[in-house]
């Protein structure tokens, strides 16, 4: 009996002095990547600036030269800082709706925005006849239409809008 006992005590300090050489080697492996990952997540979740998204959308009137290839841009004002102004993706002619995304820091429900013309092409003046803007919290801000052609002159040209509803 005392012969079988120091046989598996043998055994065992066999097994002992192989598999620590394997546990460390595993250990490493899991952990590195596995500690980079939580650091991203924590680092996104606890962000008090996370990004939010934005999207205007801008009807173009269907006037005739309503359009405009001019350079666009939209500054959004919210409840609790503003974008800068952003270059309005679309086409942006005649009777067209057209959509931009913008990329933001939480700045709120939207309450004003600034459109801005750079007065460039052909027949520059561009006639909007909406604007409304879709809030991070799902709600949607609407703008009154300006009530003016934009950039006909040829020149740079802006206007404020403020929120109608
Ligand atoms: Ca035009």
């Known amino acids: 009996m005392k012969k079988l006992l120091s046989v598996a005590a043998t055994s065992i300090l066999a097994v002992t002095m192989v598999t620590p050489a394997f546990a460390s080697e595993e250990v490493n492996e899991a952990v590195v990547p596995a500690q980079s990952a939580d650091t991203t997540y924590n680092i996104e979740s606890v962000t008090p600036f996370a990004n939010v998204t934005y999207t205007v959308t801008i009807e173009t009137s269907n006037d005739d030269d309503a359009g405009t290839n001019s ?68 709600s949607v801000s609407n703008f009154g239409a300006p009530n003016r052609w934009l950039g006909d002159g040829g020149t740079k040209d802006e206007i404020t809008l403020l929120r109608t509803n």
């Open 71 to 138: 350079v666009l841009k939209i500054a959004l004002y919210g409840s609790s800082g503003n974008t800068e102004p952003t270059v309005l993706s679309g086409s942006y002619e005649q009777g067209d709706t057209d959509t931009t995304r913008i990329s933001s820091s939480n700045i709120g429900n939207i309450r004003k925005v600034v459109l801005y013309t750079d007065g460039g092409g052909y027949k520059p003046g561009w006639r909007v006849s909406s604007v409304r803007v879709s809030n991070p919290d799902g």
